[in-house]
């Protein structure tokens, strides 16, 4: 796997500021924050597949700023 941020699962680049994209790797973190962008929503649960151990240490030793919003994809919720 690439550390490349184009590398991502899914990414793809939907404005100047704005892109969506599946869990990166622990390699592809720091492509994220060279690209430009400060923050990171995450939808997935923490025992997700492919989940990163402590993310939000790993976007924050970044200085990314790490949002969890965890989302059960198999019934959502209006909170979720």
Not at 36 to 44: D, E, M, P
Not at 69 to 78: G, H, K, R
Request: aromatic content about 8%.
């Amino acid at each position: 796997m690439s550390d490349s941020i184009e590398d991502i699962y899914n990414f793809m680049q939907l404005s100047d500021r704005l892109a969506t994209g599946g869990q990166p790797t622990i390699d592809q973190y720091p492509a994220i924050a060279a690209a430009g962008y400060s923050v990171v929503f995450n939808l997935a649960l923490t025992d997700s597949p492919n989940a990163l151990l402590d993310e939000a240490s790993i976007a924050r030793n970044l200085g990314l700023e790490y949002i969890q919003i965890p989302v059960e994809w198999d019934a959502p919720t209006l909170d979720d």
